[in-house]
């Protein structure tokens, strides 16, 4: 789902990509005696915590989790405005709406119901965000053509809030999403630890 973003909006959003990059560098310096880390191992030191993604053969990307308990699998959408379940799944991963309401949708077919649900936990690979609510609205047309490349049912989209809240940054190449933990406490890591993380890679791709 997409939705047209303010200017001063994708400002601050392409300032905040460019601080992760700057503070990723500055990170990844080589150590006395030894070599530069790469992306990987400099993003562990930071304490992000690296969330393997499949990559398809349309050049999107995929994420597995969990709603509220349920296993559930996201489509990782750097344009889309706030994260979204495919309406059908509402009421089985969510139970009852707090409000619903009629409004545009632009990227999901115009006009079209919206419905607001509470979410208990929302976890990607494992690793907990800070999600409270979810909008439901009908994507059909997105994930359609998505599970007809995945082979597998696509529940939703991950969009900018989540990736805003945990400063995420996206290795497209290497189809790994990276995240902060939601509770702002970055875990303590050995160099070791990091060094074996610089390996990190996302699921098969290109299926």
Not at 96 to 108: F, L, M
């Amino acid at each position: 789902m997409k939705r047209r973003i303010p200017e001063i909006e994708m400002k601050l959003f392409a300032l905040a990509a460019a601080s992760a990059l700057s503070a990723c560098t500055a990170a990844g310096a080589p150590d006395a005696g030894g070599a530069a880390p790469n992306v990987a191992e400099a993003m562990c030191r930071m304490g992000f915590q690296a969330i393997p993604m499949r990559s398809l053969m349309s050049g999107h990307h995929i994420v597995e989790g969990t709603l509220n308990g349920k296993a559930a699998t996201f489509a990782v959408d750097t344009g889309a405005g706030m994260s979204v379940l495919h309406a059908p799944y509402g009421a089985t991963y969510l139970g009852k709406a707090t409000s619903t309401a009629s409004g545009i949708a632009i990227g999901a077919g115009g006009q079209t119901s919206l419905s607001q649900y509470p979410v208990q936990e929302l976890t990607i690979a494992g690793s907990a965000t800070g999600l409270k609510h979810i909008v439901a609205v009908d994507i059909a047309t997105v994930v359609e053509a998505l599970q007809g490349i995945a082979g597998k049912p696509i529940h939703g989209i991950i969009g900018q809030d989540v990736m805003r809240a945990q400063h995420a940054l996206v290795d497209v190449q290497q189809s790994v999403l990276y995240l902060r933990p939601a509770d702002g406490k970055a875990p303590v890591r050995t160099a070791a630890e990091c060094a074996k993380a610089g390996t990190a890679k996302g699921a098969d791709k290109g299926r």
